[in-house]
């Protein structure tokens, strides 16, 4: 099983992620992780922290020579935004925010919450999941994250080649497919920012050369389309998880839904063997399992939940009415949440990965790649 926790807290010493499961004898490059650690800080709309923190990964443990050891691996991104102790506690619950929920759960501070419950947590997530990559793309697997709304303006492209996508991506300083509509975006968040006030979106995940049969149909809990929603849902901020048609599929007749099967021996050598579908409503996923198709994740990420202009509270202190307390955010981190929901989607793939492949080794891994494959072209 691959798998991995998280320990830190916004303003504390550092943040950890502890991967345990991964497979020996794959080559680490955590310039990679850094890339995925610096693209989560920016996006156009970001707070002032983006500026204080520089994140970069620092492997503790589980790497030798470059190379996966088989044995746990601990990943630090260090917070130089270090002030915990010098921190006071927060009287006046925050909206939207696990502020007076948890003082409540927990009997304690607020603060004892929002430091753990912050969206910082996320850094060492996106490390697991940008290390988990690597593993992916060993064996040809490709996964692309990107914005498709925001503030309520729809920003998709027509879907192309991943390469082209992500060129067009990476052109955006929103993390759109369609870079020419920055400058609207940017002029919808500064008016944002001016009126005191936060912007939310959709995000989207695309990932490309999965093989059939990820994932199972045999139990609820294993099957892959449900511990990917899991796992986006429990990123801070996201209200709501599609795959493929998504919520569309319930307004549709089944013929305008399910796609049909196209069987091409010309393209046996691929991922889907050659059975070929000229729609992808399904999403790439079917009873739980992978179904050779590129598999489409969705994400709705809610406005941040600080507000520069607060809404009303209750003081805990004195019971009395007042507005929420305010520490620094962000206008918009719908460019972030794409970041985070794509690593976040693809340590899950990585985790069916190792589960149908073995994670012993990628030796190991890639002679059980090949004779799946080997076998499946016969069925």
Known sequence: MLRYWTAGESHGKTLLAMVDGFPAGLPINTELIDVELRRRQGGYGRGGRQRIETDRVEVLTGIWKGQS?????????VNRDYKLERLDDLDRPRPGHGDLTGAIKFLGPIRNILERASARETAVRVAA????????????????GYVVELGGVDVSAPAGPLAK????????????????????IKTLIDDTRKAG????????????GLPFGLGTHTQWDLK??????????????????EIGLGF???????????????YD???????????????????????GMTNGQPLIVRAAKKPISTLAQPLGSVNLKTKTSDAAAYERSDVCAVSAASVIVENVVAFEVAAALVEKFGNDSITEMEARWRVFHELARKR
């Open 197 to 208: 006030d936060t912007l939310g979106g959709v995000v989207e995940v695309r990932v490309e």
């Open 129 to 144: 999941g940008a290390l988990a990559r690597q593993l992916l793309e060993h064996f040809g697997i490709q996964t692309l």
């Open 165 to 184: 996508q992500k060129e067009q991506r990476d052109k955006s300083e929103i993390y759109s497919l369609a870079p020419a509509r920055d400058a609207e």
């Open 69 to 77: 050891l088989g044995s746990p691996i601990a990943l630090q991104v």
């Open 224 to 241: 892959l389309d449900g511990r990917i929603a899991q796992a986006v849902m429990a990123v801070q901020a996201i209200k709501g998880v």
């Open 248 to 262: 569309e599929a319930a307004r549709r007749v089944g013929s305008q839904v399910h796609d049909p099967i196209v």
């Open 265 to 287: 021996a010309a393209q046996i050598d691929q991922p889907h063997l050659g059975y070929t579908r000229p729609t992808n409503n399904a999403g790439g996923l079917e009873a």
